[in-house]
């Protein structure tokens, strides 16, 4: 079992940057792929980006390419989320999560461990 607690959100103004960290508990941590998902208000919990367990692979969803930017340090147990040029639209919670598995890395059935969440506010 793995525990997993969110840091790093806050209020920016859009245009701004954040990055976002997870930290997890245990010895097996690179052996989790650690995904990161986010829901906005009124919606549903949707995928942001996620890493495979070397760090190697990395997907993101289309709505943040470009802008976001996922990498984990296995040494600290740790998973980053750089986030650039922020929009109001990603306003959100933002949840890390983490699972064994890769195929599913995109889905939030994929992902048998999260953490409470951590609110971004992007201002206009």
């Known amino acids: 079992q793995v525990q997993l607690v969110e840091s790093g959100g806050g209020l920016v103004q859009a245009g701004g940057s954040l990055r976002l960290s997870c930290a997890a508990s245990?010895?097996?941590?690179?052996?989790?792929?650690m995904g990161w998902f986010r829901q906005g208000p009124g919606k549903e919990r949707e995928f942001a980006a996620a890493i495979s367990r070397s760090g190697l692979i990395t997907y993101y969803a289309d709505s943040v390419k470009g802008r976001f930017t996922i990498s984990r340090d296995n040494a600290k147990n740790t998973v980053y989320l750089q986030m650039i040029s922020l929009k109001p639209e990603d306003t959100a919670v933002y949840y890390c999560?983490?699972?064994?598995?890769?195929?599913?890395?995109?889905?939030?059935?994929?992902?048998?461990?999260w953490g409470q969440g951590t609110q971004v506010t992007v201002s206009s």
């Open positions: 999560a983490a699972d064994p598995r890769l195929l599913t890395a995109t889905m939030t059935s994929g992902y048998r461990y």
């Open positions: 245990g010895r097996t941590f690179s052996t989790y792929t």
